[in-house]
């Protein structure tokens, strides 16, 4: 298969003729059905979908040759995928797909070599990046400004800030700043 971008995923069904909840990942929801019949993961199937309404931050579709309940909900799950050539072309260089930064060679700002990128994920708070590092070991770290100042994509490359890295890490511990006595006295502002 060639280069292949998840634009969506089915959540399930609506109601009992085969309508099914999408959710969508590109960047215009509604473009999720605009580039022609989705793949699943392997490109084994392929589904036509007509969007017919929305319901909460999903939208119902009409998933052609899915006629009932059971059908629609057999679907719940499946990753969408469109041909990476499908999608239009980014506007400038600030721009980019996600899937475009995968296997990008991740550099300290002195270029050295600090990983590889392996994925991209989004828990909730945001974008966090997977990096294979040299050992092997995986690090994932927040797709940020601050943490990742420089894709440059047609070079091959992102410019990791360790030094933001590591003091977002240190900063998370749950004990007093140095230099916060008032926290370690109990005296000062209370926080709920």
């Given at each position: 298969?060639?280069?292949?971008?998840?634009?969506?995923?089915?959540?399930?069904?609506?109601?009992v003729?085969?309508l099914?909840?999408?959710?969508?990942?590109?960047?215009?929801?509604?473009?999720?059905?605009?580039y022609?019949?989705?793949?699943?993961?392997?490109?084994?199937?392929?589904?036509?979908?007509?969007?017919?309404?929305?319901?909460?931050d999903?939208f119902?579709?009409?998933?052609?040759?899915i006629?009932?309940?059971?059908?629609?909900?057999?679907?719940?799950?499946?990753?969408?995928?469109?041909?990476?050539a499908?999608?239009?072309?980014?506007?400038?260089?600030?721009?980019?797909?996600?899937a475009?930064?995968?296997?990008l060679?991740?550099?300290?700002?002195?270029?050295?070599?600090?990983?590889?990128?392996?994925?991209?994920y989004?828990?909730?708070g945001?974008d966090?990046?997977?990096?294979r590092?040299?050992?092997?070991?995986?690090?994932?770290?927040?797709?940020?400004?601050?943490?990742?100042p420089?894709?440059?994509v047609?070079?091959?490359?992102?410019?990791?800030?360790l030094p933001?890295?590591?003091?977002?890490?240190?900063?998370?511990?749950?004990g007093?700043?140095?230099?916060?006595?008032?926290?370690?006295?109990?005296?000062?502002?209370?926080?709920?």
């Amino acid at each position: 298969m060639t280069s292949m971008i998840c634009v969506g995923q089915f959540a399930g069904s609506h109601g009992v003729r085969g309508l099914v909840k999408l959710r969508s990942f590109t960047q215009d929801p509604a473009d999720v059905a605009a580039y022609g019949p989705l793949a699943d993961e392997t490109g084994a199937r392929l589904f036509k979908v007509t969007l017919q309404g929305k319901v909460k931050d999903l939208f119902l579709a009409k998933v052609e040759g899915i006629t009932n309940r059971e059908q629609a909900q057999a679907l719940a799950g499946v990753r969408l995928h469109v041909d990476r050539a499908a999608l239009p072309e980014t506007e400038d260089d600030d721009s980019f797909y996600h899937a475009d930064l995968i296997g990008l060679r991740a550099e300290r700002a002195d270029g050295s070599l600090y990983g590889m990128v392996k994925a991209i994920y989004d828990f909730g708070g945001g974008d966090v990046l997977e990096i294979r590092i040299g050992s092997g070991a995986l690090e994932m770290l927040p797709f940020s400004k601050a943490c990742v100042p420089v894709v440059d994509v047609r070079g091959g490359r992102i410019v990791v800030d360790l030094p933001t890295v590591i003091e977002a890490r240190e900063g998370d511990g749950d004990g007093p700043e140095d230099g916060d006595e008032d926290a370690e006295d109990g005296e000062g502002e209370q926080r709920p």
